[in-house]
Structure formats: C-alpha cells, structure tokens
C-alpha cells in the first residue's frame, strides 16, 4: 500500500461544478503539500497546510491530522482548472512523498 | 514563474551515455531538492543539498549523483544511462529546506534515453 493516496484517480466534470480531490496518509508527517501539474509538464505549489484549512481564490485546502486525510476543494470549476493534482506529505527534513495524482478534466 | 531555472529544457541521448541537468534556484533560497517522474513510478524524491551539503536522500540509484556549489546552483549527473532512466527531473527550491516550507519547482528537463 502507498504510502499517501489520492481519489479520485481521474475525474471529469462540467464547467462550474464543484470539485473535491481526496488525500489520504498513512505515516506520521510535518506537512501535506498540495501542487498542480499542467499539461506542458510545469508544477505549481498550490497549498502547504499542517492544520485547519486555507483558502485562495476558488481552491480550498483542508487537512484533518487526527484522520491522516486532506481534501483540495475547487469552487465554480473552470477549464482552465484541468490538470492533475498532486498530493504529497512532508517526511523528515522535508523529504516529499507523492501520490500519484488526480487528473482532472473540466468540460465547457 | 517560480523563479527556478533548469537545463537543458530536453535531452535525448543513448543508453550507456552520461548528462549533466543544471538547476538555478530562486535567489535567496539555501535549498535544493532534485525530483524524478517517471511513467510508472510517478513523482520520486531523489535528493536534497542546503546550502552546499547534502541534506537528505530519497531513491536515487548509485549511477546519480549530484551537488551544490558555491553559488547555489545544482547539478545533476546521471551515468551509464539505461531505457528507464527516461523521465522528468525536477528541481525544486526553498529558502532553508526547512520541515514546513513550500518548495519552488523548476520547468524540468525531459530526458529521454534511445
């Protein structure tokens, strides 16, 4: 088993929809980070979070410590929001650990 | 932009060869971190340097090696090259490589071994 999984593994949607990314850890960690991946290959960090929530725009990052999960919220959805979406979990001396993404595909 | 550079952009080689990926963190950031994405294994931790040392090492084979030099740009070189060695590298920096700080990522250089 992985160490950090993520679901769904792809999703499709429709412009405007509200969208929920899951991540869910199974080690002790010092944070979860959040990136995106464009389709040209580019990663973007998005979140880092070790408790509560944080907000940017139209995405929402929660994490729970206690349940080892995260979710990645996208408000009123957009195409331009189609890519995959990265979790990955802080170890020691900030040693990342991945899932193995979400791919996301939002329909006009 | 994240501020971090890395080169060469592409590169195809042969297997058995040996290349160099160059990464160029954000100014003012100590700590570098190289990433590997590969088709089936995903994104992989390969190694980290801050401030010139190593600092921590993820699943990099005995055939890599990198370093940090004075100037905080970071070189990765990759030796006796097989077909599976082709993927995505990425660089990534931070302003200590501290247990709670974002990391930077670079564009990344594709590499592809014939």
């Known amino acids: 088993k992985n160490e950090v999984e993520q679901s769904p593994q792809n999703l499709t949607a429709q412009e405007g929809e509200f969208i929920t990314i899951n991540c869910s850890y199974s080690?002790?960690?010092?944070?979860l980070h959040w990136l995106q991946q464009h389709p040209g290959g580019g990663i973007v960090s998005l979140f880092m979070?070790?408790?509560g929530k944080k907000k940017h725009g139209r995405l929402i990052a929660t994490i729970n410590i206690q349940e080892k999960h995260s979710s990645l919220h996208i408000t009123a959805s957009h195409p331009r929001d189609s890519a995959v979406y990265i979790c990955?979990?802080?170890?020691?001396?900030?040693?990342?650990?991945f899932g193995q993404g979400t791919r996301l595909t939002i329909n006009p | 932009d994240s501020g971090v550079t890395q080169t060469p952009k592409h590169l195809i080689t042969a297997t058995g060869q040996r290349v160099t990926l160059r990464c160029s963190p954000r100014s003012g950031d100590l700590s570098v971190y190289w990433y590997q994405q590969s088709l089936d294994q995903g994104l992989q931790f390969l190694i980290q340097y801050y401030n010139g040392e190593e600092r921590a090492k993820g699943n990099i084979l005995e055939r890599f090696s990198a370093q940090q030099f004075p100037d905080l740009h970071s070189e990765l070189n990759l030796s006796s090259l097989e077909l599976g060695d082709s993927a995505l590298y990425f660089c990534?920096?931070?302003?200590?490589?501290?247990?709670?700080?974002?990391?930077?990522f670079g564009p990344g250089t594709r590499l592809l071994v014939l």
């Open positions: 979070l070790s408790s």
């Open positions: 990955a979990v802080g170890r020691g001396a900030q040693k990342l650990v």
């Open positions: 080690v002790g960690i010092s944070a």
């Open positions: 990534a920096s931070s302003v200590v490589g501290g247990r709670s700080e974002t990391q930077y």
